[in-house]
């Protein structure tokens, strides 16, 4: 499977996570002066990725 194919299954597994972490990481993007640059992708996406990767982990966690 592709990164990208992982990337939309764990995101769609753990929404709320996704957006938080999302959201979460432009706020410290923010913080570090970041935000009007390019590198605020960068800092969303690491963010995206922990968030949903988080909401899996206790999603997974809850339904065992």
Same mark, same amino acid.
């Given at each position: 499977m592709n990164e990208g194919a &992982?990337?939309?299954?764990? *995101? /769609?597994?753990?929404?709320?996570?996704?957006?938080?972490?999302?959201?979460l990481g432009y706020?410290?993007?923010?913080?570090?002066?970041?935000? &009007?640059t390019i590198s605020? *992708? /960068?800092f969303t996406m690491v963010g995206l990725i922990l968030g949903s990767f988080i909401?899996?982990?206790i999603k997974s966690k809850r339904l065992a």
């Open positions: &992982k990337l939309k299954s764990s *995101v /769609s597994e753990a929404p709320l996570g996704a957006f938080g972490g999302a959201i706020l410290v993007a923010k913080k570090v002066g970041y935000e &009007k605020v *992708v /960068s909401g899996s982990t």
